[in-house]
């Protein structure tokens, strides 16, 4: 079984901005979640993945300005292996209550990619950026 890219997430410094200009051009249906700083985003088609629009609440500058999560049996063990291949891993893992859990790592070019290890039955994170 392969491992497929199950989310994926546009950092900015306005998300209700960035949310209307992808919505009125693609018709886009956004659900801010509980924080006003992250938008769901529902594409509205059968194909491809949803994802979000949203502010990292980290301080610093993170790299790169889109993220995404790629679904792993085991966080553990794909942690080991990020590190393994020289990688640096940022976040060791975070529980996403009633969703699943995920870990973040930056990859050879800087870039912050996440892991996701789903919940039965859910297919999408959601969360802020870790520490």
């Known amino acids: 079984m392969g491992n497929p890219v199950v989310h994926w997430e546009l950092w900015s410094k306005t998300p209700d901005k960035t949310s209307a200009f992808y919505s009125s051009l693609f018709g886009w249906k956004l659900n801010p979640s509980p924080s006003p700083t992250y938008h769901m985003v529902d594409t509205q088609s059968p194909m491809g993945i949803n994802g979000a629009i949203m502010t990292p609440q980290c301080e610093g500058t993170w790299p790169g300005n889109m993220s995404f999560y790629i679904a792993v049996d085991d966080l553990a063990e794909y942690r080991r292996k990020v590190a393994a291949a020289g990688a640096k891993i940022v976040l060791e893992e975070q529980a996403v209550p009633g969703m699943g859990?995920?870990?973040?790592?930056?990859?050879?070019?800087g870039r912050i990619v996440g892991l996701?290890?789903?919940?039965?039955?859910?297919?999408?994170?959601?969360?802020?950026?870790?520490?």
């Open 101 to 109: 859990a995920f870990s973040l790592f930056v990859d050879p070019d």
């Open 116 to 131: 996701w290890k789903t919940l039965e039955g859910m297919t999408s994170p959601e969360g802020p950026c870790g520490e």
